[in-house]
Nanobody, 123 residues
Framework: QVQLVESGGGLVQTGGSLSLSCAAS????????MGWLRQAPGKEREFVAG????????YYADSVKGRFTISRDNAKNTVYLQMNSLKPEDTAVYYC????????????????WGQGTQVTVSS
């Protein structure tokens, strides 16, 4: 059974930091690109960051470059998203996703999703 479980969301002030985690089954984690997407109220889901199976390659949306860092621990089957210098426009439900290629994760056209975790940045 495919399972992605996010944790770490919450409420933070502008300029603050949060770290998200996503634990996956061993098979899902080892065979897929991992990524984070988010959906703000009234907006479409958008790509945030992605990381290759080895962790050597990462991609970021322009809106989060230099502020967010994606990483993965292959021994723990967990992917992380460290979010610094948070802004009110980062407020959204953040979803962990997995896919066979970056294009799949970036587009969100995957069936491998977590349940989402709320991140709220107050001004």
């Amino acid at each position: 059974q495919v399972q992605l479980v996010e944790s770490g969301g919450g409420l933070v002030q502008t300029g603050g930091s949060l770290s998200l985690s996503c634990a996956a089954s061993r098979r899902t984690f080892s065979t897929n690109i991992m990524g984070w997407l988010r959906q703000a109220p009234g907006k479409e889901r958008e790509f945030v960051a992605g990381i290759s199976r080895s962790g050597d390659t990462t991609y970021y949306a322009d809106s989060v470059k230099g502020r967010f860092t994606i990483s993965r621990d292959n021994a723990k089957n967990t992917v992380y998203l460290q979010m610094n210098s948070l802004k009110p426009e980062d407020t959204a439900v953040y979803y962990c996703a997995a896919g066979p290629a970056f294009s799949v994760v970036v587009s969100g056209k995957t069936e491998l999703w977590g349940q989402g975790t709320q991140v709220t940045v107050s001004s």
